[in-house]
Structures are given as structure tokens and as C-alpha cells.
């Protein structure tokens, strides 16, 4: 967003002529999407400086500084006038953020060791928290589609719906209008790292910005201010979040099917008497590698993974 047009949006709001989408461009810009931000990072500080605004005396203020005056001087008045404004709305938006009723409609998710916990958004959207994580937005999105998890691990699938959808984690910022993420924010290794499954998200930090593709991997170092990029299988990294999987006495065929959707590749079963062999296991967060390397050892089938595919046959006898 231009400074001019943020200048206007804000000019407009306080004086109460904005329409619904101005209002809801000028709550979504970056500019107060950063000013919140800072505020949830620093809750210490800013509180000690809330204080609830005199909108009287800022109003008279505004009133005086942008009176009808020669067109030479006009300018540095309307700067002034701009800056007033701005201070006054941030100044509101911090004793609103520190307000007890702010606060009461926050909506908090924290996990403990060893706990998995999954909900859905106002929106539709679904998490799934990982252990030891804490995440927190506004009621019903009141101001946008943010959320901020403040340590932890999150995976996203992000319902689709026109407005752009937002998680906040430390300096980062991930930016999807429908897709499936997750996002770590590491608070004691200082690091947040991103990865994608499906669609295409924005990532930045303020100074630097990417667009990530499926299956692909962020890593954010605070302490450097750098990331780094690599190609990653998603789902194999994402399956903290799915319950344990079992089979009991299962053909080959069925389990191809639902590994198939778990490690998000094919798995094609290539004769009819491996399809029909039966096996009994469980699974928990074990990698394509081991689960091939598992099925070989209990019976004898080959299982060899090509081009992003896995192809299991019967193991001839000699």
C-alpha cells in the first residue's frame, strides 16, 4: 500500500466515512498488520505505555493543522496532520489491544509434552498443534485471517474463501489464500522453519520474500537473518500430525492404497500374488525408507521406489 493511500484510508476511518472494504483494506494493510505484530511479541513493553487515547484533543488538533492555508505551506501542514494520525491510530489500536476485552476475546491453544491437538478457525480452515506449541487469533477474524504461533509447530489446511490467510512467527510471516503448510517457530534455537505440502504460500521477514512451491522446505535463521530453501517430500515430514496407523491380517492391495495417501506418492502393486499377501503392523511417524525396508522383511516381495513412485512384486524364489 502507497503512503498516499494509506494516509487517506486512515483519514477516512477516524472520520467515520470509510465504506466496509476500506475499512477492512486499511485493518488488513502491513502496516498495522506490523504494528500488531510488534505488539504481540512485546506485550511487556507496549503495556507499560498504553494509555487511552484523548480522540477531543487529537480532532481538534487534525482540525487546526489541515485549516484552508496558502498552497506553499500546504504541504508540511498535511504531513503533520498525516503524522497526528498516524500516532493517534496506532495509539488507539494499542489501548484496544490492551483493553481487557481485547484480551478476553483472544482465542489461546497451547499443548503439553507428547499431545497432538487439532480444531478448526472461524473460517473453515483446520490445525493441527503440535506437542509443546502455543497459538493464539482474534475472535471470528475480526481483524483479517491471522494467526500467531507464539512457539511450536502448526500444519495448516487453510480454506479457501478470497482473503488472504496469515500466520505470524516471530519475524516471519506466511501468506496463503487456500493451501496446506506448516510452520515451527523454534523460540529457543531462534530458527522458524516453513514447509508446504500443497498450493503456494508468501513467505518474508520484512526485508526478504519468497514464493514457496509444493514440497519445499524454508528455514529462518534470526540470529543471521538468512533462510535457506530445499526441495523435501512434505508429507513424509508432516506425519507428526496423523494418528498412529495400523493393519490387521490387511491385503498387500489395501495397503498400498492408504501408504498411498500417507507418503503422498503411488504405490502400485504390480502382480496378483503379491496383491493378495496379507500383513499385520502399525505405523507411526516411520519414513517411506523403513516402512519399504518392513515390508520386504516380512514377506517375500521387492519394493523399489522410481521416478517418485514405489512398485511392489513377488519375490521370485530360486
Known sequence: MTKNKFIALLLKFYSGSQTQSEEKELLQSDEVDTFLKHQWDNPEEMQSKASEPDFDKIFQTIQEKTAPVAPKRSISFMRIAATILILAGLAALLYYYNTPDFQKNQNVYQTASAEVRSFDLPD????????????????SFELGRVVTLTTGEAFFEVRKNGEPFKVLAGKVTVTVMGTSFSVCNNTEKQKVETILRDGIVRWE??????LMQPDSRILFEEATNTFSTESVN?????LWKDPKISFNNDKLSDIASKLSDRYGIPFTVTDSAAAKLRFTFSLTTEKLESVLDLLGQLAPINCQQKDNAVFISHQESH
Do not use: R
Not at 124 to 139: D, P, R, T
Not at 205 to 210: K, P, S, V
Open 124 to 139: 473453515g480452515s483446520k490445525v493441527w498443534l503440535n506437542q509443546n506449541s502455543k497459538l493464539s487469533y482474534k475472535n
Open 205 to 210: 521477514n520484512g526485508q526478504q520474500e519468497a
Open 234 to 238: 512434505a508429507h513424509e515430514l508432516l
